[in-house]
């Protein structure tokens, strides 16, 4: 895919680990927003212990860490538009869609309707989403 | 590092920025800007504000690009382009106003 003389590569991010236990989630976000400023294809996912990461309502007061879990509705003001969550990592720990956050973004494209940024996908389709990617990082 | 005001002092890093963002005060922002040579008037202070409320909202400072379009968004199209605002800050609108605003140092800041 090209813009003008651009070459636009698609790139994933991809969080498998829980949010407060490592620095995995907070730097991959951190690296999303730098890498936003380059107009890229961006994609994320969550799998795994990483469904953790966007869970609605976090508190992290008694872990004295920054709830960062707020920043990710920023998200959408960085033109991130694609955010993955693979169903069967939410099945598995009991939880559903309505346990996360409700991520959107403003389509400039349709008078900043807002959407939703949030795809639930199964491990067979992501894997071939996956697969159409020109670089996956794995945090 | 750190700067006095009304007697108080409070500790910044090596670049002026606030080590502690629960103690900031507007007065420690129009001092950071006397030292900056710059006093602050009340369009630097509209964007200060909106830097700490979007902060407080999302726990960043926003990337340039994207301040630039939120406050095009909030307070008019004549303020939302970068000349604007590399007016109002010229050292970098993001990287100089959060510091003035007691936020850290924009992530992959300009």
Known sequence: MEDGDQIIKKFMYMNRKAPYGTIYAWESLEVVLIA???????SLVFAD???YQLMDG???EEVGMKNFSKTYSALGDYDIKKIYIEQESLEERGLSLGDLQDLKYEDEDDDWAEKDSIILISRAELAKVIDEQ?????F | MAIEVDGQSYETDEEGYLEDLNQWRPELGSAMAMADGAPLDENHWEVINFLREYYEEYQIAPAVRVLTKAIGKKLGK???TSKYLYELFPYGPAKQACKYAG???PTGCV
């Open chain 1, 36 to 42: 936003a400023a380059f107009d890229q294809d961006i």
């Open chain 1, 49 to 51: 212990d990483g469904v």
């Open chain 1, 58 to 60: 976090q508190n992290t």
């Open chain 1, 134 to 138: 020109d670089v996956v990082f794995s």
């Open chain 2, 78 to 80: 004549d303020k939302g």
């Open chain 2, 103 to 105: 936020l850290p140092k």
